[in-house]
């Protein structure tokens, strides 16, 4: 261990404020720092470490695949571990999704979903359909393209002036919905403002939509009833707009079933996909296409136009297919159901009555808890007191590692966290975690004071 501070290290570090912890090693929901501290890990990183950390069954995976073959070209070649990967992932998909198209990570997969749609639009001769609506408190990747359709400003703005500008409707987020807040019961207004937004555009120019069925970093938790989904999946229908759905943190598990658009009984076109498909061990994504999709593009077309140098790679693969086997040995999905309901609940007990918290929310185990300065107003905190960063501060104090975020209340205001634990956390831990949170929250708006 050396004295000199990281920070004038080699590394560019992302945050050059404050010196980083370096973790040495991890095991199951925990990691651990080269003193030996611990931390929760209450957001397996952001929403990745899904089957947990230091499983030794997918260190064996990555040696015994890497030593038989570490790499061969996807413009030329495929191995066996991407084909039995994509067997299980479609097994296991909403029925009538049929291929699966491998990336290495979450931007590229939405990236993906954007040029197959396009591919698909340009081989039926409607090249006018260009632009790809999405929500407004919404991320879906730091990529130009995926940037351009993500809608939170401190990761927007800087590069205004290099984005395609896309349209962008309300999204379905109950606690600030100007349509239906005091009511609490959504009037499905959010899924016809995609309606106005075809109708302000002209359909004839619209390739897609995109949005979370649960969403992650930008609103963590907030999550659409299906009668949204089914009013949204008929309004792309009507228009022939692709509609793409975003479980890059959604799928893979992490909402109690294999993918969360299989809670809604509404069949996206295409699926975008990462973080939990590799639990963390690899770096690896996908998007699953439905046989309209596919059928659509090879009728006209043999060639997708696109792909990354690591596609499909091997030994991400092997590793893929070895988390999934995890999950279904080990019955994971039930478990993530099961102390999804209790991280709730105990959210609920702690929250429900802080007078700085306005919002808990979330499905299987992804769920947000959203800070206010006032909780009848629903005011954030002014942005330039850094609650988030206090809060995540006195959580790393405190042994707990959570994914802090903001933007929620619109341009730069409001602070929230997102906690997508590790599948494996047990009930204590959950009780830990939520306790633990109380206090760093309530330590961090002391600090403000
Ligand atoms: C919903 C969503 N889409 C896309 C991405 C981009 O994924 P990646 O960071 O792997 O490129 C993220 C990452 O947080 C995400 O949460």
Redesign the pocket.
């Known amino acids: 261990m050396g004295t000199t501070s990281l920070l004038d290290g080699p590394v560019f570090l992302r945050d050059l404020s404050r010196e980083p912890i370096v973790i040495e090693r991890a095991k199951g929901v925990y990691l651990y720092d080269e003193s030996g501290k611990a931390y929760l890990d209450a957001a397996a990183g952001?929403?990745v470490a899904s089957v947990g950390h230091g499983r030794e069954e997918l260190a064996d995976a990555l040696r015994e695949q890497a030593a038989k073959v570490a790499y061969a070209h996807p413009g030329a070649f495929i191995t066996r571990p991407t084909i039995e990967l994509a067997e299980k992932i479609i097994a296991r998909a909403p029925e009538g999704f049929s291929r699966v198209f491998f990336t290495?990570?979450?931007?590229?997969?939405?990236e993906a979903a954007i040029k197959l749609a396009r591919q698909v639009h340009l081989a039926h001769g409607r090249a006018e359909r260009v632009k790809v609506v999405s929500r407004r408190t919404?991320?879906?990747?730091?990529?130009l393209g995926?940037l351009a359709i993500t809608d939170q400003a401190e990761r927007v703005v800087p590069f205004t002036a290099l984005l395609r500008v896309e349209p962008k409707i309300a999204p379905c987020y109950p606690y600030r919905c100007t349509w239906c807040f005091e009511s609490r019961q959504c009037t499905l207004e959010c899924a016809d403002d995609l309606e106005r937004m075809v109708e302000a555009e002209g359909a004839a120019c619209i390739a897609a939509f995109i949005a979370?069925p649960i969403?992650?970093?930008?609103a963590p938790g907030a999550a659409a009833d299906p009668a949204y989904w089914r009013r949204v999946r008929e309004i792309c229908d009507r228009h022939h707009i692709v509609f793409i759905a975003?479980?890059?943190?959604?799928g893979n598990g992490r909402s109690g079933t294999w993918w969360a658009m299989q809670q809604t009984g509404v069949k996206p076109d295409l699926i975008?996909t990462?973080?939990g498909i590799g639990a963390g061990y690899a770096?690896l994504?996908a998007l699953l296409v439905s046989d309209e999709m596919f059928d659509a593009f090879r009728a006209q077309r043999s060639d997708f136009r696109h792909g990354h140098t690591f596609s499909g790679h091997p030994v991400a693969a092997a590793v893929g297919s070895r988390v999934i086997d995890i999950i279904e040995r080990e019955g994971l999905l039930a478990r993530v159901r099961v102390m999804g309901e209790r991280l709730i609940t105990r959210l609920h007990e702690a929250f429900d009555d802080h007078p700085h918290v306005g919002d808990v929310r979330g499905r299987g185990l992804l769920a947000g808890v959203e800070f206010v300065a006032d909780r009848a107003s629903r005011n954030p905190f002014d942005p330039s007191l850094g609650l988030r960063s206090l809060v995540r501060q006195e959580c790393l104090a405190r042994g707990l590692y959570i994914y802090q975020g903001g933007g929620s209340a619109g341009a730069l205001g409001g602070d929230h966290v997102l906690l997508a634990p590790p599948f494996v956390i047990d009930e204590e831990q959950v009780d830990e975690l939520v306790r633990t949170l109380r206090d760093a929250l309530d330590a961090a708006v002391a600090r403000l004071r």
């Open positions: 952001a929403a290495s990570g979450g931007s590229e997969s939405v919404s991320y879906h990747g730091a990529t995926a979370e969403v992650g970093s930008s975003d479980e890059v943190m959604s975008a990462a973080k770096s994504g």
